[in-house]
T-cell receptor, first 112, second 115 residues
């Protein structure tokens, strides 16, 4: 079945450094891939998404890369700040069936 | 603009009790969703609705029921609470999911403990 998963459960990053969060998926049927940020006690917050026919998309301090050959998705955060400390989820969205499938999450800890 | 509002924030139930988790959105979104999140895990879809009067099962619907009588409200019902339903429940809504600039908007969750 379709699944979306993450490589690393916890990522420690020095403030000011760049962060890279990785995600692997097993099924190529997703139309979109989406990154969410979840802070403690809150619901997931949309960060950025990428269509399945794209390789790269940039936002403010964030870049998402999609490698369909190896079924790999990554989120790069530039100049990581303390406010970036959170759990990050990748998710795949398939229009047919209207379903969003989440991976297991990576916790990012920003060290001062 | 309140976005997605969930009540209550916390609840403790005894095994076999029932309750309704409330979810309301004021963004006139057609699509609404219920997810559950177990500790350290991602979100799993329980039920979703593409509009008033229409509901569909998600990945883990057993033990739950939903209704969508209005565009704004999407309550989730637990009839016979079980310890396996201890989780954090998130409601979400979207204008048209998966489309640019139309992400899912999540509420802040309801933390449910069944003992």
């Amino acid at each position: 079945g379709e699944s979306v998963g993450l490589h690393l459960p916890t990522l420690s990053v020095q403030e000011g450094d760049n962060s890279i969060i990785n995600c692997a998926y097993s099924n190529s049927a997703s139309d979109y891939f989406i990154w969410y940020k979840q802070e403690s006690g809150k619901g997931p917050q949309f960060i950025i998404d990428i269509r399945s026919n794209m390789d790269k998309r940039q936002g403010q301090r964030v870049t998402v890369l999609l490698n369909k050959t190896v079924k790999h998705l990554s989120l790069q955060i530039a100049a990581t700040q303390p406010g970036d400390s959170a759990v990050y989820f990748c998710a795949g969205f398939k229009a047919a069936g209207n379903k969003l499938t989440f991976g297991g999450g990576t916790r990012v800890l920003v060290k001062p | 603009n309140a976005g997605v509002t969930q009540t209550p924030k916390f609840r403790i139930l005894k095994i076999g009790q029932s309750m309704t988790l409330q979810c309301a959105q004021d963004m006139n979104h057609n699509y609404m969703y219920w997810y559950r999140q177990d500790p350290g895990m991602g979100l799993k879809l329980i039920y979703y609705s593409v509009g008033a009067g229409i509901t569909d099962k998600g990945e883990v619907p057993n033990g739950y029921n939903v209704s969508r009588s209005t565009t704004e409200d999407f309550p989730l019902r637990l009839e016979l609470a079980a310890p396996s339903q201890t989780s954090v429940y998130f409601c979400a809504s979207s204008l048209s999911p998966g489309v640019d600039n139309s992400p899912l908007h999540f509420g802040n969750g309801t933390r449910l403990t069944v003992t």
